[in-house]
């Protein structure tokens, strides 16, 4: 009688093996959407750091003027934010609407997609809090929400 020792893994091997593999793409699926929420609330950030340059080169051709409120979704947008074929949209929308405030106030009524353009107006320190009134008409603050929470706020 010869003694062979037969090749192979056992069950417990297996299943170990498999509850591992099970646990690192349990892990990915739990990650990859906060990872992707983070990646769109980045470019809404950088959008709004490029409207606020595009903003700045507006007031330089019109004698330190803003566009008026009917101004900013037509010709504004057309002549200022597109750009070698670039869309200036929301990542999970598809475009932005701005809008023009009246007064500085919070930022809550900021939907999804929305930038809000306060004139007049400053953000305040924590800009989770919205915005405050500034100090000329031609200081101004443009919030738009994210997703990670709150909202994202950036003055000239």
Avoid: H
């Avoid at 074929?85 to 809008?99: A, K, N």
């Avoid at 405050?132 to 929400?145: D, E, H, K, Y």
């Amino acid at each position: 009688m010869t003694n062979t020792k037969k090749q192979g893994f056992t069950l417990i091997e297996v299943v170990l093996v498999l509850a591992i593999a099970g646990l690192i793409f349990l892990i990915v699926f739990l990650a990859l959407p906060a990872l992707q929420r983070s990646q769109r609330d980045t470019q809404r950030k950088n959008d709004v750091s490029r409207l606020m340059s595009q903003i700045a080169n507006f007031q330089s051709n019109n004698q330190g003027a803003l566009p008026t409120s009917g101004v900013w979704n037509n010709s504004f947008k057309s002549q200022y934010m597109t750009a070698g074929g670039q869309q200036f949209g929301d990542p999970e929308s598809g475009s932005y609407t701005l809008t023009q405030a009246a007064s500085a106030s919070t930022a809550a009524n900021a939907t999804t997609g929305n930038v809000t353009i306060y004139v007049n107006a400053r953000c305040d320190t924590d800009p989770s809090d919205g915005v405050s009134a500034g100090t000329g008409a031609r200081q101004i603050a443009v919030v738009i929400p994210v997703e990670q929470g709150g909202f994202f706020c950036q003055q000239n």
